[in-house]
């Protein structure tokens, strides 16, 4: 397999034209006639294609490069990403046993982002998160040259994560949080929150939503309501942005939560019944039903008690 046939399909997969693949780096013309095979790209140039394309320079050569497995890869990865963002755990597993995947997924970032939704996986559905973290401290290593023994190391490594490496640190912050580690959880979810803007404008970051809402949760343990208001609140407008609602429910519930716990039960009963409304209207099977069993015991929120019984007649 050519090196041209490769950065093609690169390029394609993170849906660039060569126009934008070519700036900063060469002329438009030069992509294209490495794409067709006709011009070899120097060391540094080479360096630099992939560099832009995120990927790493051994995944061009010949041998580690096979388009109908990269296919099948990303196809995984995307589906992975998918049951993530709607909490259908269950639908994962096979995808994470995937034979094609565990043989041909070689690619550092490949298999970051492999383990990464691996790490998800057995934190939330095999309820192991001392598990989850090794998993995800192993993921980070995946695109560090230096070695770090703890997650805790790797922050001070770096100062800018990619999608991924944010999602990771998250995921250990979400550990921690199933540990009671508060302070723990707090310290790696500051980094992942604090990261998210210098990422904010790429490609796919809708899954970084969720972030907000486990920070805030993690905040309202620690009692620092104002401060898990102001998050849960920033999730909600980055999920705006984005046009996507995947933890836009579960932010108002939070929302409803902290209003509720700072006792100014009409802002918690508006967003809780917000909350209510958006899991309903978005089929969500897995959110709706716990909405319902928690805000049933708000018995003197009646406005609320009125819509659950609306809900529970037509659902």
Sequence with gaps: MEIGTAIKFYRKYQSLSQKDLAEGICSQGEISLIEKGDRIPSISMNSKICSKLGIAVDALEEENFYESHELHISKVLNKLELFVNNREYEKMEPLLNDEIMNKYCNNPLNTQCFLCYKGIFINYKENNPIKALEIFRSALQETNITS???IFDFPKHKNIFSKHETLLIAGAASCFY????YEQASYLFDVACNNIDNIKYQLSTQILGTVYYNASRNLKELGEYELALKLALKGLTFEKERKT?????????????IYYLKNKPQLAETNYIKSLYLAFTTNSNYLLPILLATLKERKELTLLQ?????????S
Aim: no cysteine.
């Design 306 to 314: 009125t819509n659950i019984g609306m809900l529970m007649k037509i």
């Design 148 to 150: 770090f023994s703890t």
């Design 178 to 181: 199933q540990l009671h580690k």
């Design 245 to 257: 609602i995947y933890r836009s429910a579960e932010l108002l519930f939070e929302i409803g939560e």
